[in-house]
């Protein structure tokens, strides 16, 4: 995935509603969680695979996917107790 012309708006992507996948993070306009897509790429699927697989997603809401995953670690490492 190049990174050549990021998107600065990837989180309008994404929406957290209890009502929809009981409230877990996934991109707007469809059901798919963020966490599929997340572990897709760490089982080595690649973009086009799991837009294959998932043909409403676009390579842009993979990236948004990750890159929200991403801060979602990053901001739960900082607030881990003792750390």
Not at 2 to 7: E, I, K, L
Not at 58 to 78: P, S
């Amino acid at each position: 995935m190049p990174n050549s012309n990021p998107d600065p708006k990837w989180r309008e992507r994404i929406i957290v509603d209890p009502s929809i996948h009981h409230g877990e993070p996934c991109i707007r306009g469809t059901r798919v969680p963020v966490s599929v897509i997340a572990g897709s790429i760490a089982d080595g699927d690649t973009v086009d695979q799991i837009m294959d697989a998932y043909p409403q997603l676009t390579a842009g809401d993979v990236r948004a996917a990750l890159k929200f995953a991403a801060e979602a670690v990053n901001n739960h490492i900082r607030n881990v107790p003792g750390q």
